[in-house]
């Protein structure tokens, strides 16, 4: 089977990694891949802030697990946010990035008319790019959903990110753990029309 297909079809959401460094040749080549998807309307409105830096891990960490703090669960809210708020309130050292050693925070223009689209795809480019090179990855929503919350908003100006950018997507990257376990996947459907 080609290679690329293969790495697509062998991509899995990582949530444990060994404390192994991401090979900053390998970052690169991650980044190149994400740079390289496609963008609406010519707009190239992307920035990929690279953090492998433990404190800025810590950072990005500490202002998820605050952000969730700070939220009363309801019915209005999925499961899952619910889920992660709980263990946000019961555990002190929860570590909502999988302590990856790896992150990337993908933040495009507020006016950009296609940014969460641009994000998807470069994410998407970049996992398969990670995959290839035998790594994992997990796109990351936490900071997606809790972009507008202060301590997210703190963070991202302590890692850089300027205040007319939002964040639609994040990637955690680094070496799966050996304990680590993959959903599995479904197909989906695929109609025919011939």
């Known amino acids: 089977m080609n290679q690329t297909i293969q790495n697509i079809l062998d991509r899995h959401s990582t949530r444990a990694y060994t404390n192994d460094p991401v090979p900053e040749d390998a970052l690169a080549a991650i980044l190149r891949a994400g740079a390289a998807a496609g963008h609406g309307i010519g707009h190239r409105t992307r920035r990929f802030t690279v953090i492998t830096a433990p404190d800025k891990l810590a950072i990005v960490n500490s202002a998820i697990r605050d952000a969730f703090r700070a939220l009363e669960p309801n019915e209005q809210m999925p499961p899952f946010i619910r889920g992660l708020i709980k ?3 019961a555990d002190d050292k929860v570590d909502f990035i999988y302590r990856a050693p790896a992150f990337i925070i993908v933040s495009v223009n507020a006016d950009s008319v296609s940014g ?26 936490q900071m997606t959903t809790l972009v507008q919350t202060p301590p997210i908003v703190k963070a991202l100006r302590e890692l850089g990110i300027p205040d007319d950018e939002t964040v639609y997507g994040t990637l955690a990257v680094g070496t799966p753990a050996p304990n680590a376990r993959f959903a599995p996947r479904e197909a989906g459907e695929f109609v025919y029309l011939t």
Do not use: F, V
């Open 87 to 89: 263990k946000a309130k």
């Open 116 to 141: 969460a689209i641009d994000t998807a795809l470069a994410i998407g480019n970049m996992s398969i790019a990670a995959q290839s090179l035998d790594l994992g990855s997990c796109w990351m929503n």
